[in-house]
T-cell receptor, first 112, second 113 residues
Framework: DAKTTQPTSMDCAEGRAANLPCNHS???????VYWYRQIHSQGPQYIIH???NNETNEMASLIITEDRKSSTLILPHATLRDTAVYYC?????????????FGTGTRLTVIP | DTAVSQTPKYLVTQMGNDKSIKCEQN?????MYWYKQDSKKFLKIMFS???????INETVPNRFSPKSPDKAHLNLHINSLELGDSAVYFC????????????FGSGTRLTVV
């Protein structure tokens, strides 16, 4: 079952940074934080993941607090195509049990 | 090339029928999954499978069965379809190493009438 809490929805102006928060206060030491998004009923798309350190890739940055109880996904320059539901997930990612349990996510709307 | 492909994309069928949805991945991943997304948009895992073990979500009816002819394929068979089975079904794959991301297919919209 999902072990994260996220705001139900957020708006962001096009071209501005979108900061999506996630609380995972019961995360254990060997659990990763994953972010996925789902654009209008397409298959979920992997964005980024991290364990302890902040991470950055071509899509986004992931900031994880020092106590690992919360994180923020940052889309540096949001575009209209970033409108989607964003899911924050914690998982141990073990062999054969990589199961990702999706919560309700945050519906991000990028406004022109 | 599509990394995870599902067929068919749409499937409309009558109650009581038996149907299959196919999934293939060309990523060399060793673990594959099936997810169900209902009308309320909740994504729920149904199965995870690699060549060593099948893990079944206990809430999945035994009318649903995954079948894997080889590492690159995980098909979903559904017997005696019910109205409540109407949903979008997503296949996914990953490498069985900690921290591996999942790659999802584009989904199969099943409508039972």
């Amino acid at each position: 079952d999902a072990k994260t809490t996220q705001p139900t929805s957020m708006d962001c102006a096009e071209g501005r940074a979108a900061n999506l928060p996630c609380n995972h206060s019961t995360i254990s030491g060997n659990e990763y934080v994953y972010w996925y998004r789902q654009i209008h009923s397409q298959g979920p798309q992997y964005i980024i993941h991290g364990l302890k350190n902040n991470e950055t890739n071509e899509m986004a940055s992931l900031i994880i607090t020092e106590d690992r109880k919360s994180s923020t996904l940052i889309l540096p320059h949001a575009t209209l195509r970033d409108t989607a539901v964003y899911y924050c997930i914690v998982s141990r990612g073990l062999t054969g049990a990589n199961n990702l349990f999706f919560g309700t996510g945050t519906r991000l709307t990028v406004i022109p | 090339d599509t990394a995870v492909s599902q067929t068919p994309k749409y499937l409309v069928t009558q109650m009581g029928n038996d149907k299959s949805i196919k999934c293939e991945q060309n990523l060399g991943h060793d673990t594959m999954y099936w997810y169900k997304q209902d009308s309320k948009k909740f994504l729920k895992i149904m199965f995870s499978y690699n060549n060593k073990e099948l893990i079944i979500n206990e809430t999945v009816p035994n009318r649903f069965s995954p079948k894997s002819p080889d590492k690159a394929h995980l098909n979903l068979h559904i017997n005696s379809l019910e109205l409540g089975d109407s949903a979008v079904y997503f296949c996914a794959s990953s490498q069985a190493t900690p921290g591996s991301g999942y790659t999802f297919g584009s989904g199969t919209r099943l409508t039972v009438v």
